[in-house]
């Protein structure tokens, strides 16, 4: 092959395939052929086409699709259901569709030969559009056009190195084959970038793969990255690991449920934060977990509501009978509903899904309900790593997530049985008990990093006017919920009742005592004065007919010296 | 383009195609070979027509032409196409046809 130059950054060409020019740090060498490849079926067409089509469309970069095996009709209408009006840019010039058949059943080979036919129609179609990019799907089709390797290989190597030198980023497909990438092994002439798509299926779900097997000139990881294709094309889902160096928020957001922020120091959570909703079924997960959804979209957030079990209608109709509406949120764009059922992808795709979705809506609260879904399709472990990337990806974009878990084994000491706990900051326990023929709802914060929260068990009333979470009734019984906790209220009550009544009545014959006494007191005290009134008289004669004597006495006394 | 039309016999001839690229060794050694061929065996059966496709490279994509030398053979129906530099005259003949 001949020796290409190595510059200090090569230049790359993007595709335009959401997460593929991120995950190769610009895109496709510019300049070089890269090798696609993979088994039937897999997108390889796909991924070249896209490249493609949005070198025409968005980059400025025309382009030549040389097909030798699908006619240009098809390869027309298949782009089309992805939104590319191919035939439009064919008119404008930017594209040129090149269709190389060759039926071998009236081809006869007689002596040398080579494809120097190939190359001069390569060449009229690059300069009649001016191309900057190239795909060659298959080429490998030629080995079954042509009986003579040897010739062949030769002159596909002697193709590639005719495209370097001309300078184009071509594409070229190759069908996986046994013990090699390629059925034709195209790998060796193609040294600069082989990108390798999987498909497979795995307890009859389906993922698709995408792998760098090699990529000169940029440090690429190895690992397989899954892809999906829908009908907004190809997408590569890049899902790294982050690390436990994210930013924490100091800024508090309400649950939606008074009641629980309370119990969280009166702010409720802290923004960013990961909380687990575990309960046995019917206890109120998924309504408590929209309810968060539902206060975030009330503050002017986005809300984002993966539901594993339930469509968005039937989750708009229950969060209705709390008294809560959610269409009004939805139709306004701030709620936003994903369902999909847990075995309609494989977990990584779930995984893949779900970073897209959260990409593109930028939402500050999602809800995953409920993930124990997951548990039945994959292992243990698997299950972990995926929550854990998910968890990672939450915090490092300051979103709260709000997981819900469904356990069938109820206690106080529930342990998840993907280990989740460890990963969350918030652990709400949601209990279904049963006492005295009922069951009721009872609330238990496991946990919560950073606050000082309740310690009380509450009880969780979901009615008309939204959730409640009742502060426990502790009786003689212990803390007593639902009806009992009507009856024993009641009863107390009564008794309460009961004590103040007899309270009261002896207070009143204490008062009339104390009255009888004081009546009794006046009376005494009044005939005590009449005493003294008497007294007073008798003394005030007696002083009065001495005072008299004494005057008798004087005037006697003068009358006898007169 | 060259013309290398034999004289006509009693039927008019089938026209042949020779697609070759320039003056490369293996479109002269197809050239070369043909023409021996129709001299030798099959005086007048055929009209010879060579078109360089270096000069009408669109022809190539009209006529669907992928290795060189390709000769093409378009009547009588099906169409025959031999690609190489024509060096075996009897598998030439065969694959033309023109036993019967």
């Not at chain 1, 995950?23 to 086409?49: M, N």
């Not at chain 1, 709390?322 to 059922?341: E, Q, T």
């Not at chain 1, 206690?411 to 009922?438: C, H, K, P, Q, Y």
């Not at chain 1, 003394?539 to 004597?549: I, R, S, T």
Request: overall charge negative.
């Amino acid at each position: 092959m001949q020796p290409t130059e190595r510059e200090n950054g090569i230049r790359k060409s993007r595709t335009g395939i959401d997460g593929f020019d991120e995950l190769t740090l610009g895109g496709l060498p510019t300049g070089r052929p890269t090798l696609v490849c993979g088994t039937a079926g897999c997108g390889k067409t796909l991924f070249a086409s896209t490249f493609l089509l949005n070198g025409a469309a968005h980059y400025d970069d025309p382009g030549v699709f040389v097909s030798f095996e699908e006619r240009p009709v098809d390869i027309i209408s298949n782009v089309a259901s992805l939104g590319y009006d191919l035939q439009g840019m064919i008119d404008e010039g930017r594209l040129l569709i090149e269709h190389i058949a060759i039926d071998p059943a009236d081809l006869a080979e007689v002596g040398d030969y080579d494809l120097e036919g190939l190359f001069l129609r390569l060449e009229l179609a690059i300069d009649q559009v001016g191309a900057k990019r190239i795909v060659l799907d298959t080429i490998e089709s030629l080995f079954s056009a042509f009986t003579n390797p040897a010739i062949l290989r030769a002159e596909i190597r002697r193709l590639f190195d005719w495209l370097k030198e001309k300078g184009i980023t071509a594409v070229i497909t190759g069908e996986r084959g046994d013990g090699s990438l390629t059925r034709q092994g195209l790998e060796e002439y193609v040294s600069d970038c082989v990108i390798l798509l999987d498909h497979r299926v795995s307890n009859q779900i389906s993922t698709r793969r995408l792998r760098i097997v090699k990529y000169r000139g940029t440090a690429h990881g190895t690992n397989e990255i899954p892809f999906l294709i829908d009908e907004d094309g190809f997408s590569v889902l890049p899902v790294s690991a982050l690390g436990l160096s994210h930013q924490v928020s100091e800024e508090r957001i309400s649950s939606g449920v008074n009641d629980l922020d309370s119990m969280l120091e009166g702010h409720g959570f802290y923004r960013g934060s990961s909380i687990l909703v575990s309960g046995v079924a019917g206890s109120g997960k998924s309504t408590l977990s929209a309810s968060f959804a539902a206060a975030a979209c009330k503050a002017g957030e986005k809300a984002l509501y993966f539901s594993f079990e339930e469509s968005a209608d039937q989750t708009v109709r229950n969060m209705r009978s709390i008294g809560m509406d959610l269409k009004p949120c939805i139709d306004s764009g701030m709620f936003r509903h994903v369902a999909a059922r847990p075995t309609f992808y494989s977990l990584e795709m779930h995984l893949a899904v779900i970073l897209r979705e959260i990409s593109r809506f930028n939402p500050t609260t999602v809800v995953l309900d409920p993930i124990s879904a997951f548990i039945g399709t994959g292992d243990p472990q698997e299950v972990h790593a995926m929550l854990l990337r998910i968890v990672d990806f939450l915090k490092s974009r300051q979103i709260t997530g709000i997981f819900t878990h469904l356990v069938h084994v109820q206690g106080s000491d529930v342990e998840t049985e993907i280990g989740l706990s460890s990963l969350m900051d918030v652990w709400i326990l949601l209990l279904n008990r049963e006492a005295g023929g009922e069951f009721n709802r009872e609330l238990y914060l496991l946990k919560a990093r950073g606050t000082s929260h309740s310690n009380q068990v509450r009880e969780f009333l979901m009615s008309h006017d939204g959730i409640r979470l009742l502060p426990p009734y502790v009786g003689e019984g212990g803390a007593l919920t639902g009806t009992a906790r009507v009856a024993e209220e009641a009863r107390s009550r009564r008794l309460e009742n009961q004590r103040r009544a007899e309270v009261a009545a002896l207070s009143e014959r204490l008062e009339q005592r104390r009255r009888k006494a004081m009546a009794e007191m006046e009376m005494l005290q009044a005939q005590l004065a009449a005493d003294e009134a008497e007294l007073k008289r008798v003394l005030d004669g007696e002083k009065a007919y001495l005072n008299q004597l004494e005057t008798d006495r004087q005037n006697m006394q003068s009358s006898r010296k007169m | 383009m060259t013309d290398m039309t034999d004289e006509p016999q009693q039927n008019t001839p089938t026209k042949l195609v020779l697609y070759v690229a320039g003056q490369t060794p293996k479109s002269m050694a197809a050239i070369r070979n043909l023409e021996r061929i129709c001299r030798e065996k099959l005086p007048g059966r055929f009209a010879v027509e060579v078109i360089d496709l270096r000069q009408q490279p669109h022809l190539a994509r009209e006529h669907g032409i992928v290795a060189i030398p390709t000769l093409v053979r378009e009547l009588p129906t099906p169409i025959r196409k031999i690609i190489g530099d024509l060096s075996d005259s009897e598998k030439v003949l065969v694959h033309l046809s023109v036993g019967d």
